[in-house]
């Protein structure tokens, strides 16, 4: 009874804290759990590239993916992913098997890598097609507001269509009231 006792409370313990790393509304999975996925519905990967101890990634997390309007089109648009780069469990993708290399006390996962197009910077976010072909990396802190506008453009597919200046021409932001006596 006692090793049941703490099998269960060991359970809890590790479910609390996976959640509480990965909670709010976006829909997180694994990059296996979003290939899977696209096995019988089709759709766009958006990959959240971070680290533990990245304190921008944690702020991300707090301000931009916390916020709902983004979080709609995450879960809406795409597969979106949390991909810790410094994991150290293998990941086989297109036949070519990804693995943690060390370096000094930390290290790299090869998948972290190749989608960053190695240079390693904190977060990054990257956009994959629905084949897994890149469409772009986006390195660095995004607040919500800009965020929005990229999400928009690439989860909409107005890249395939048009280019960012005359996109950002006609973009329509859910984070800006109307100006008094504009009509809006």
Same mark, same amino acid.
């Given at each position: ?30 990059? $296996? /759990? ?6 019988? $519905? ?8 971070? !680290?533990? +101890? ?31 780069? $410094? ?48 469409? /772009? ?14 999400? /928009?453009?690439?989860? $909409? ?6 280019? +960012? ?13 109307? !100006? ?5």
């Amino acid at each position: 009874m006692k090793k049941y006792l703490f099998f269960a409370l060991m359970t809890v313990a590790v479910t609390s804290r996976a959640q509480e790393t990965h909670e709010g509304p976006v829909k997180w999975m694994t990059f $296996e /759990q979003a290939v899977e996925k696209s096995k019988t $519905e089709k759709r766009k990967i958006f990959i959240d590239v971070y !680290t533990d +101890w990245c304190g921008w990634c944690k702020v991300m997390d707090k301000n931009t993916f916390s916020e709902v309007q983004i979080a709609k089109i995450l879960n809406e648009d795409f597969y979106p992913v949390k991909f810790d780069a $410094e994991q150290t469990g293998d990941i086989v993708f297109n036949g070519t098997t990804f693995k943690f290399i060390p370096s000094g006390n930390k290290g790299t996962h090869q998948l972290a890598a190749a989608l960053m197009n190695n240079q390693l910077s904190y977060p990054t976010v990257v956009f994959l097609d629905d084949e897994f072909r890149m469409i /772009q990396p986006l390195p660095g802190y995004q607040k919500a507001e800009e965020f929005h506008k990229i999400i /928009q453009f690439i989860g $909409e597919d107005h890249y395939k269509t048009m280019k +960012w200046a005359d996109w950002q021409t006609v973009y329509k932001s859910p984070y800006v009231a109307p !100006t008094a006596g504009s009509g809006n």
